[in-house]
């Protein structure tokens, strides 16, 4: 299992990014894939996550502006965001793990495979 993220750098705020996850050695549309992102001295906050069947959970801090899809064809996962504030500055993590029904929680310790992260930087 392999994760590779990618479009992360800098924006001004109010504007968009869209951040990209690079699936390997496994069906990304068959597993929870999510979002998450972490500052320095701070926890790894749950951004995202995307179900088998394509239920979504959203941070409360991002709802309605950011949005989490996948692409079964290139197997990657992705996320919009727009309206972009400062404080959305951190290092975004794509992360994988088997799914077992139901909702794919944005808890960090449900994910067992991660990605190297890419930093997005708001100002």
């Known amino acids: 299992v392999q994760l590779v993220e990618s479009g992360g750098g800098s924006v001004e705020a109010g504007g968009s990014r869209r951040l990209s996850c690079a699936a390997s050695?496994?069906?990304?549309?068959?597993?929870?894939m999510g979002w998450f992102r972490q500052t320095p001295g701070q926890d790894r906050e749950g951004v995202a996550t995307?179900?088998?069947?394509?239920?979504?959970l959203y941070a409360e801090s991002v709802r309605g502006r950011f949005a989490i899809s996948r692409d079964s064809a290139s197997n990657g996962v992705f996320l919009e965001m727009a309206s972009l504030k400062p404080e959305d500055s951190s290092r975004y993590y794509c992360?994988?793990?088997?799914?077992?029904?139901?909702?794919?929680?944005?808890?960090?310790?449900?994910?067992?495979?991660w990605g190297q992260g890419t930093q997005v930087t708001v100002s």
């Open positions: 995307i179900t088998p069947d394509g239920s979504l």
């Open positions: 050695g496994f069906t990304a549309n068959r597993w929870c």
């Open positions: 992360a994988a793990n088997l799914y077992r029904g139901g909702n794919c929680f944005l808890v960090e310790d449900d994910f067992n495979y």
